[in-house]
């Protein structure tokens, strides 16, 4: 008897103890601690007062609650290598992606945000406002000032000497050597301990290209210094070494850091001690404690995660994605409300291969005969289920839908050569005209010889598999024979950035959707002379077109400031496309699909709310602005 | 014969399976002939569309005849088609997060409802607590515009000399036209897939190629299992051995993981119908190899066998007259096994991406592969993937049927 009162008293006790201790807890969640202000989520620090403390990371519990996290999908599709901002093996798209839309910030940043909205430049590490950096007089040299508020994940100040330092061990010790920027970027030096200086390529007297210095603001990260030279001294500055380091010790400047990551998810938690909560930046914290990409499957399996709302915001290709609210009433949403539903930017291409063996091809009467024959509005209806506009809303340019590149050519004058597609009569008549008529093979021939080509894409890519059947529908309809041939991604890659191949004709890939140094730097990897004849190719012009004319306009297009004559020679390269046809866009697509279910967070961007923030996944770019709009719905 | 064969058509079961699997035969081979058309042939320019039946508007209004019905209750069921139950409580909600009280708002009350709704729908007031809400009030508001009107519609024609618009007819909501005056008119039993295909004309087609791949997989299957078990069990020894031990090592390895790398190996230009049949057929003799090794050893022995044995037949007739017709109703029925589980292959392989040729067949693996990959599930879009589902079923459980009956019948086991 006695022992059981014991007992009873010591049970009693215990659940006493625990529920104190779930009270203090509780408390510790909600009250200011006094000793570290910038402590609590939500509240500014004093804007006076800057610096922060080394970060400490948290340990690591398994059931996160689904109120604290937002799952983004169709980023991240194997498990990563490692934290590495200054490698591009890490295979680590949640943290560290730097596109020419914008770099993905949630982890690191860079000194601007770029907005695809707008076409322009959001201070982040950089101090000023929207398109703050300043150019010297001559155009030479681009500059810009570190925010006073930012710091590093262990305390210390982010410095204009991290921006050049960044940049030098760049050529130095990456891979690629900044091979990309460096035709256009001679240095970026640190003018004193705030003032970044990037400094031009000069060509003629003139900046390369002023408009790749500005994209390089929102495209490459700041990296702070002194862990560039531990992770180079610790790999004896050997470049390869370099790249496959995991960098667990890495240190950062954004809202979030690595948290969890295996086969299944990535999971990255808010840094509370976060420099930006100071008022001269987001004045608070972004909303969700966690950040995480769970890795689906497929596409299909990453879509029936978003339609029951275990994923919150979704990159990824939904057919028919206005049946999720019309048809079956689920709280899903896209950027704009009706058709097309998303911002197009990227254009799915069709090029026509200059090397192929068979006849025909360097005939751009061909070329334009199959162009025009094909059936867009099949394509846009049965491979992107309508959710990008038309060639008959935009008609086809090299320019993207959007109307700031809509406006940068005369499309009156070249209105007679824009074809909608579908011309069945005209592709034959044109092929007619052009002595190419049918012969005894049933099919059309030049010099006795039939005319056959083989379209191809990945194998897979369902929505392009659908695009090139009707390409292929095309041209047997106008007397072509026409082989449709689908290899494996793997395969396909080797041949698309071969410059001799001859296995594809007709074969298709993707084009650059927006980006400051658009459409400059589209129209140059769509025709430019630089690509043609290089193996491994990654770079454009897949088809090897050759025109001096369009090289000359390509290299004058950058140092041209005069917007009347940039609109000239932008007319003249879209009348040489559209005329020659080396490559014909067979669609526009989404720049970045963004569908959101607001079952758990609501605050999303969407067109018409006036906060202007771009519908790319929340963390790309200036649309991490969104983290510090969303809340529970 | 005759015998055997009244004896196989009294079993219930084997005649339920063969009613079942003629009927979806008969579909495959008749339809296409009294409705002729190319199954492929993308028609719809929106993916997903329902089943229904589908009336040119151009055509609705240019017919020569119209009649006039005055239906009791048109309007009403007009109202109903725009304005759901569903639709009612949320206009409600709105309503009532607009600040009404409760006892104002009768769900009933069409007319009064609506009043309030128009009265009180206010876009810019962003009362839904997210973007999808507020958009499907957006969207009701859209739909409920003119929802009562009754005025007659006059459709005009822009005449491009002067710009401005002639009246051409005048529709009144009496107005009915008779579907067969109608000169396009499209009935879609089943909807169409992502491509904009007719699901259901695509559907017989695809049964059709997977007979095929089914009969090929099934005749390759059994035709080697057959000559390998024959030669095994009859002639023993080192041919039995080696024989055996290539049967025991592809029964150790599964053979779908055979299937699908084999599938995988061959360029996807190749896989054509008949390649795919033929590579799952080389995949699946192994355990018919086994039984009628089995089933001859025991029979080699029998007095007929040695009888003929020592009359000096040579080997090929002495399996063919003295042991085939002993195992011959057990080849079928194994046979018919092959067909069903060769259908099933396909459909699994076709899932995986690595059937035939995309696009250029329809197989019912291929449908479903295609409505997987378009998220017909997400849509809501059954049709596009049930009735592959369920002609799938039918088959493989039609020849199973077949299959247990005739086994009722021949193995002296289960004879009654």
Same mark, same amino acid.
């Given at each position: 008897m006695k022992v059981k009162r014991l007992l009873a008293l010591a049970l009693v006790s215990c659940l006493l103890l625990i529920a104190m201790a779930a009270c203090a807890s509780g408390d510790g969640d909600t009250s200011p601690d006094p000793g570290n202000p910038s402590n609590n989520p939500g509240e500014p620090v004093d804007p006076g007062s800057v610096g922060r403390d080394p970060y400490v990371a948290p340990t690591v519990i398994t059931d996160i609650p689904r109120t604290e996290v937002l799952y983004i999908n169709g980023l991240q599709w194997g498990p990563l290598a490692g934290w590495n901002p200054?490698?591009?093996?890490m295979n680590n798209a949640l943290a560290i992606?730097?596109?020419?839309?914008?770099?993905r910030m949630p982890m690191f940043e860079?000194?601007?945000?770029?907005?695809?909205?707008?076409?322009?430049?959001?201070?982040?590490?950089?101090?000023?406002?929207?398109?703050?950096?300043?150019?010297?007089?001559?155009?030479?040299?681009?500059?810009?000032?570190?925010?006073?508020a930012a710091y590093w994940s262990d305390g210390t100040k982010v410095?204009?000497?991290?921006?050049?330092?960044?940049?030098?061990?760049?050529?130095?010790?990456?891979?690629?050597?900044?091979?990309?920027?460096?035709?256009?970027?001679?240095?970026?030096?640190?003018?004193?301990?705030?003032?970044?200086?990037?400094?031009?390529?000069?060509?003629?007297?003139?900046?390369?290209?002023?408009?790749?210095?500005?994209?390089?603001?929102?495209?490459?990260?700041?990296?702070q210094?002194a862990w560039?030279?531990k992770l180079?001294?610790r790999?004896?500055?050997?470049?390869?070494?370099?790249?496959d380091d995991t960098s667990e010790d890495v240190v950062w400047s954004g809202p979030y850091t690595k948290y969890f990551a295996d086969d299944t998810k990535i999971v990255l938690i808010r840094d509370d001690d976060y420099w930006g909560q100071h008022s001269?930046m987001w004045g608070k914290l972004p909303t969700p404690k966690y950040l995480s990409n769970v890795l689906y499957e497929n596409n299909a399996a990453g879509d029936s995660a978003i339609s029951v709302g275990e994923v919150d915001v979704s990159q990824q290709?939904?057919?028919?994605?206005?049946?999720l609210w019309?048809?079956l009433g689920l709280p899903i949403s896209?950027?704009?409300?009706?058709?097309?539903?998303?911002?197009?930017?990227?254009?799915?291409?069709?090029?026509?291969?200059?090397?192929?063996?068979?006849?025909?091809? &360097?005939?751009?009467?061909?070329?334009?005969?199959?162009?025009?024959?094909?059936?867009?509005?099949?394509?846009?209806?049965?491979?992107?289920?309508?959710?990008?506009?038309?060639?008959?809303?935009?008609?086809?340019?090299?320019?993207?839908?959007?109307?700031?590149?809509?406006?940068?050519?005369?499309?009156?004058?070249?209105?007679?050569?824009?074809?909608?597609?579908?011309?069945?009569?005209?592709?034959?008549?044109?092929?007619?005209?052009?002595?190419?008529?049918?012969?005894?093979?049933?099919?059309?021939?030049?010099?006795?010889?039939?005319?056959?080509?083989?379209?191809?894409?990945?194998?897979?890519?369902?929505?392009?598999?659908?695009?090139?059947?009707?390409?292929? &529908?095309?041209?047997?309809?106008?007397?072509?024979?026409?082989?449709?041939?689908?290899?494996?991604?793997?395969?396909?890659?080797?041949?698309?950035?071969?410059?001799?191949?001859?296995?594809? &004709?007709?074969?298709?890939?993707?084009?650059? @959707?927006?980006?400051?140094?658009?459409?400059?730097?589209?129209?140059?990897?769509?025709?430019?002379?630089?690509?043609?004849?290089?193996?491994?190719?990654?770079? @454009?012009?897949?088809?090897?077109?050759?025109?001096?004319?369009? &090289?000359?306009?390509?290299?004058?297009?950058?140092?041209?400031?005069?917007?009347?004559?940039?609109?000239?020679?932008?007319?003249?390269?879209?009348?040489?496309?559209?005329?020659?046809?080396?490559?014909?866009?067979?669609?526009?697509?989404?720049?970045?699909?963004?569908i959101v279910n607001e079952s758990v967070w609501t605050g999303f961007?969407?067109?018409?709310?006036?906060?202007?923030?771009?519908?790319?996944n929340c963390i790309?770019?200036?649309?991490i602005a969104d983290l510090y709009n969303l809340r529970l719905s | 014969?005759?015998?055997?064969?009244?004896?196989?058509?009294?079993?219930?079961?084997?005649? /339920?399976?063969?009613?079942?699997?003629?009927?979806?035969?008969?579909?495959?081979?008749?339809?296409?002939?009294?409705?002729?058309?190319?199954?492929?042939?993308?028609?719809?320019?929106?993916?997903?569309?329902?089943?229904?039946?589908?009336?040119?508007?151009?055509?609705?209004?240019?017919?020569?005849?119209?009649? /006039?019905?005055?239906?009791?209750?048109?309007?009403?069921?007009?109202?109903?088609?725009?304005?759901?139950n569903e639709?009612?409580l949320n206009?409600k909600d709105y309503l009532l997060r607009f600040g009404l009280p409760e006892e104002?708002v009768?769900i009933?009350?069409?007319?009064?409802?609506?009043?309030?709704?128009?009265?009180?729908?206010?876009?810019?007031?962003?009362l839904g607590s997210t973007i999808a809400e507020n958009?499907y009030?957006?969207?009701?508001?859209?739909?409920?515009?003119?929802?009562?009107?009754?005025?007659?519609? $006059?459709?005009?024609?822009?005449?491009?000399?002067?710009?401005?618009?002639?009246?051409?007819?005048?529709?009144?909501?009496?107005?009915?036209?008779?579907?067969?005056?109608?000169?396009?008119?499209?009935?879609?039993?089943?909807?169409?897939?992502?491509?904009?295909?007719?699901?259901?004309?695509?559907?017989?087609?695809?049964?059709?190629?997977?007979?095929?791949?089914?009969?090929?997989?099934?005749?390759?299957?059994?035709?080697?299992?057959?000559?390998?078990?024959?030669?095994?069990?009859?002639?023993?020894?080192?041919?039995?051995?080696?024989?055996?031990?290539?049967?025991?090592?592809?029964?150790v390895?599964p053979?779908?993981?055979?299937?699908?790398?084999?599938?995988?190996?061959?360029?996807?230009?190749?896989?054509?119908?008949?390649?795919?049949?033929?590579?799952?057929?080389?995949?699946?003799?192994?355990?018919?190899?086994?039984?009628?090794?089995?089933?001859?050893?025991?029979?080699?022995?029998?007095?007929?066998?040695?009888?003929?044995?020592?009359?000096?037949?040579?080997?090929?007739?002495?399996?063919?007259?003295?042991?085939?017709?002993?195992?011959?109703?057990?080849?079928?029925?194994?046979?018919?096994?092959?067909?069903?589980?060769?259908?099933?292959? $396909?459909?699994?392989?076709?899932?995986?991406?690595?059937?035939?040729?995309?696009?250029?067949?329809? /197989?019912?693996?291929?449908?479903?592969?295609?409505?997987?990959?378009?998220?017909?599930h997400i849509?809501?879009?059954?049709?596009?993937?049930?009735?592959?589902?369920?002609?799938?079923?039918?088959?493989?459980?039609?020849?199973?049927?077949?299959?247990?009956?005739?086994?009722?019948?021949?193995?002296?086991?289960?004879?009654?």
């Amino acid at each position: 008897m006695k022992v059981k009162r014991l007992l009873a008293l010591a049970l009693v006790s215990c659940l006493l103890l625990i529920a104190m201790a779930a009270c203090a807890s509780g408390d510790g969640d909600t009250s200011p601690d006094p000793g570290n202000p910038s402590n609590n989520p939500g509240e500014p620090v004093d804007p006076g007062s800057v610096g922060r403390d080394p970060y400490v990371a948290p340990t690591v519990i398994t059931d996160i609650p689904r109120t604290e996290v937002l799952y983004i999908n169709g980023l991240q599709w194997g498990p990563l290598a490692g934290w590495n901002p200054f490698s591009s093996a890490m295979n680590n798209a949640l943290a560290i992606t730097q596109d020419p839309d914008g770099a993905r910030m949630p982890m690191f940043e860079a000194p601007y945000m770029y907005n695809i909205l707008d076409n322009k430049m959001y201070p982040l590490l950089a101090s000023g406002g929207v398109d703050g950096y300043t150019w010297n007089a001559d155009g030479t040299e681009l500059s810009y000032k570190i925010k006073a508020a930012a710091y590093w994940s262990d305390g210390t100040k982010v410095t204009a000497h991290d921006a050049a330092f960044t940049w030098s061990a760049g050529v130095q010790y990456s891979r690629d050597g900044n091979a990309n920027w460096k035709a256009y970027i001679a240095d970026v030096v640190a003018q004193d301990d705030e003032t970044v200086v990037i400094k031009a390529v000069m060509e003629n007297g003139k900046a390369a290209n002023p408009l790749l210095m500005v994209t390089y603001l929102g495209q490459q990260y700041i990296l702070q210094k002194a862990w560039l030279e531990k992770l180079i001294d610790r790999n004896g500055g050997d470049v390869s070494a370099i790249a496959d380091d995991t960098s667990e010790d890495v240190v950062w400047s954004g809202p979030y850091t690595k948290y969890f990551a295996d086969d299944t998810k990535i999971v990255l938690i808010r840094d509370d001690d976060y420099w930006g909560q100071h008022s001269s930046m987001w004045g608070k914290l972004p909303t969700p404690k966690y950040l995480s990409n769970v890795l689906y499957e497929n596409n299909a399996a990453g879509d029936s995660a978003i339609s029951v709302g275990e994923v919150d915001v979704s990159q990824q290709f939904i057919a028919n994605v206005h049946l999720l609210w019309e048809e079956l009433g689920l709280p899903i949403s896209t950027y704009i409300a009706e058709e097309p539903y998303f911002i197009s930017a990227n254009m799915p291409t069709a090029y026509f291969n200059m090397n192929s063996s068979k006849p025909g091809l &360097d005939n751009p009467a061909v070329r334009k005969a199959i162009a025009i024959a094909v059936d867009y509005d099949l394509i846009l209806a049965n491979a992107m289920t309508n959710q990008s506009p038309s060639f008959k809303d935009v008609p086809r340019s090299l320019m993207n839908p959007l109307p700031a590149e809509q406006a940068m050519y005369d499309r009156n004058s070249v209105s007679s050569l824009q074809w909608v597609g579908n011309d069945i009569e005209g592709a034959k008549k044109l092929l007619d005209d052009a002595g190419i008529l049918i012969g005894d093979s049933g099919y059309r021939e030049i010099d006795g010889q039939k005319l056959s080509y083989t379209v191809s894409c990945p194998s897979g890519w369902s929505d392009w598999e659908a695009a090139m059947h009707i390409v292929a &529908d095309a041209g047997e309809a106008i007397g072509i024979e026409m082989v449709t041939f689908f290899p494996d991604w793997s395969v396909y890659q080797t041949h698309l950035t071969s410059a001799f191949q001859d296995e594809y &004709d007709i074969f298709m890939f993707s084009t650059q @959707g927006i980006s400051p140094a658009q459409p400059w730097s589209r129209i140059r990897a769509l025709l430019s002379t630089t690509f043609v004849g290089t193996d491994g190719n990654w770079g @454009g012009n897949f088809g090897q077109y050759v025109n001096d004319e369009v &090289d000359q306009l390509i290299a004058a297009i950058p140092q041209e400031s005069d917007s009347a004559k940039l609109k000239e020679m932008y007319t003249r390269l879209v009348e040489i496309y559209l005329t020659e046809v080396p490559s014909f866009s067979l669609m526009y697509r989404p720049e970045k699909f963004h569908i959101v279910n607001e079952s758990v967070w609501t605050g999303f961007t969407e067109q018409g709310d006036g906060r202007n923030v771009p519908p790319v996944n929340c963390i790309s770019g200036y649309a991490i602005a969104d983290l510090y709009n969303l809340r529970l719905s | 014969m005759k015998n055997t064969l009244r004896q196989v058509f009294r079993s219930g079961k084997f005649v /339920t399976g063969f009613v079942i699997f003629s009927a979806i035969l008969l579909l495959a081979v008749i339809y296409p002939i009294i409705s002729p058309g190319n199954p492929l042939q993308m028609i719809g320019l929106n993916s997903f569309i329902k089943p229904g039946t589908y009336v040119s508007v151009y055509d609705s209004l240019n017919t020569q005849r119209t009649y /006039t019905f005055k239906l009791p209750g048109a309007a009403e069921k007009r109202i109903d088609s725009k304005l759901s139950n569903e639709d009612r409580l949320n206009i409600k909600d709105y309503l009532l997060r607009f600040g009404l009280p409760e006892e104002a708002v009768d769900i009933e009350q069409t007319h009064d409802l609506l009043a309030l709704w128009w009265n009180n729908y206010d876009p810019e007031l962003r009362l839904g607590s997210t973007i999808a809400e507020n958009r499907y009030f957006a969207r009701l508001d859209d739909k409920l515009a003119g929802i009562f009107e009754s005025e007659d519609i $006059e459709v005009g024609e822009l005449d491009p000399d002067t710009g401005e618009y002639v009246r051409k007819k005048m529709v009144t909501e009496t107005d009915y036209v008779n579907v067969s005056d109608v000169a396009n008119v499209i009935r879609l039993p089943l909807g169409t897939d992502n491509f904009g295909r007719d699901t259901f004309r695509e559907l017989v087609s695809a049964i059709g190629t997977s007979l095929q791949i089914g009969l090929i997989a099934g005749t390759v299957a059994t035709l080697i299992g057959l000559l390998l078990g024959l030669l095994a069990g009859y002639l023993g020894g080192v041919a039995d051995d080696i024989i055996m031990f290539f049967s025991n090592l592809f029964t150790v390895i599964p053979g779908f993981v055979l299937l699908i790398l084999i599938a995988y190996s061959i360029d996807q230009s190749q896989r054509g119908v008949t390649t795919v049949a033929i590579v799952i057929g080389l995949t699946s003799w192994v355990w018919t190899t086994r039984s009628v090794r089995a089933q001859v050893i025991s029979l080699r022995s029998r007095d007929h066998v040695n009888l003929s044995k020592l009359s000096g037949h040579s080997l090929p007739r002495l399996i063919i007259t003295d042991i085939l017709p002993y195992i011959a109703s057990y080849v079928v029925m194994a046979f018919i096994l092959q067909i069903s589980s060769g259908i099933l292959a $396909e459909a699994g392989l076709s899932m995986l991406g690595l059937g035939p040729k995309t696009t250029d067949t329809a /197989t019912l693996g291929l449908m479903m592969d295609w409505a997987m990959r378009y998220t017909a599930h997400i849509s809501g879009a059954w049709w596009a993937y049930y009735p592959v589902v369920l002609v799938i079923a039918l088959v493989s459980f039609s020849l199973n049927l077949m299959n247990t009956g005739l086994d009722q019948i021949f193995n002296p086991q289960l004879r009654d």
